[in-house]
């Protein structure tokens, strides 16, 4: 079992009609619809989360999403992601007590003005000339590390729906011939159905209805503002600044060479994003490496995948955005981690070099570690650590190399 899932790891995966070669422009075939659902792992728990919980406008929630991701698609070309920020949201939906709307729409204004002055300024270009190689791929293998155990938490409450979905999407993407996600995403909701035959009536009921997102301005006040600068804008830094900027520009770079990004405009994107999401009562939002790896992984290759996803949403949010609850009943909590499982997967494997020295494993190695404990540590104890083991190197290489 252990050779099999070796060769496995190792197996270079390819998805027919669509290659990664070029393609200058967006695509919407059959596999970048399938590629559109690579996210959902990320997307669909904190969506609820924020609505069940924080009681948020869902069609602001969704809205900010969908025009994002539709811009984002447009823009790049390639399947960049449009994720929540995880430590903002965990932090919200769990000091629901402490935390309150008005501290999260407080927390993107700030968000967004960090980014984009960080952006604007090219800040980011200091940032990338003192983070080597070893130390991004080492933020890579632990992001990667780090969805693989999200994903195995979220499929142990229904174990074994978890293990024959992980198994066949396993085999669908070992030899491709039908996209892995249209079979998962169809087996699920079946069995969800099966599981609450109450779902079915629920969703007999839904009747689209037209629906703006409330704008709420009105809320925010220095105290709220100060307060999601505090408890929700900085912790978020670090790990935007490791998965949504370093990790995802060498990703992307490593897989669309044709279309390559750099951490100033990813910078400015996030800036741009939250600035919106904030104005129409969204959540603070960010691009992310797993993300990627789990669109490309079930056959996204263009921004098509953005722009069929977004469209969704937006069609979810002006009509359906009292039923998103129900909708997303559909997709069982163990289909969601078998995403991200995968994608876990995909990302982890794009950390694999056989060219790096021994001693830049060494810093691989122990980056990657500090990243499954915390997101700052594993940046900069990574740095401290390379440039200890190279202290007579003149010229920093390029995160390009």
């Known amino acids: 079992m252990a050779r099999w899932f070796l060769r496995y790891f190792n197996h270079e995966f390819k998805v027919p009609v669509v290659s990664f070669e070029n ?32 009681k948020l406008d869902p069609a602001g929630v969704l809205m900010a999403f969908a025009v994002s991701k539709i811009a984002v698609g447009f823009f790049y070309k390639i399947p960049i992601p449009v994720q929540p920020m995880k430590a903002i949201g965990t932090a919200a939906v769990t000091q629901v007590g402490t935390i309150n709307s008005a501290m999260l ?9 960090i980014w984009l002055i960080i952006g604007l300024t090219n800040t980011t270009k200091y940032l ?118 370093i990790a995802i520009t060498a990703e992307s770079n490593h897989l669309f060479p044709q279309h ?15 600035l919106f999401s904030a104005f129409i009562g969204g959540v603070p939002l960010c691009h992310g490496a797993g993300g990627m790896a789990g669109h490309v992984r079930f056959g996204a290759r263009t921004g098509g995948a953005l722009v069929i996803l977004g469209g969704l949403l937006l069609v979810m949010a002006l ?57 700052l540590a594993g940046f900069i104890g990574g740095i401290v650590l390379y440039y200890l083991l190279h202290r007579n190197y003149k010229q920093q290489p390029s995160l390009r190399a």
């Open 23 to 54: 393609k200058s422009n967006n695509v919407y075939g059959l596999w970048e619809w399938a590629g559109a659902f690579g996210d959902l792992g990320t997307l669909i728990p904190f969506v609820v989360a924020y609505i069940a919980v924080m």
């Open 105 to 113: 729409y407080g927390s993107g204004i700030v968000t967004a003005l």
């Open 128 to 245: 990338t000339r003192i983070t080597a190689r070893p130390i991004v791929l080492g933020i890579v293998l632990g992001l990667g590390l780090l969805f693989i155990g999200n994903g195995v938490k979220m499929m142990l409450p229904g174990i074994w729906l978890g293990g024959v979905c992980l198994a066949l999407t396993l085999v669908l993407l070992w030899k491709p011939t039908v996209p892995a996600m249209f079979v998962l995403l169809l087996f699920g909701a079946v069995v969800a159905l099966w599981q609450n035959p109450g779902l079915y009536h629920e969703l007999s009921k839904i009747v689209p209805h037209f629906q703006l997102p409330s704008l709420n301005f009105h809320q925010l006040s220095w105290q709220a503002i100060a307060g999601g600068t505090l408890l929700l804008a900085l912790p978020q830094m670090p790990l935007t600044l490791g998965n949504a900027i």
């Open 260 to 274: 390559p990004v750099s951490e100033r405009k990813l910078a400015l994107s996030t800036g741009f994003m939250n």
């Open 319 to 375: 009509f359906f955005s009292d039923s998103v609850e129900i909708i997303f009943g559909v997709f069982p909590q163990p289909v969601l981690g078998v995403i991200l499982l995968v994608a876990g997967i995909e990302l982890a494997r794009t950390a694999w070099d056989r060219t790096i020295q021994r001693k830049d494993l060494i810093v691989l190695g122990v980056t990657a570690g500090l990243v499954l404990w915390n997101m």
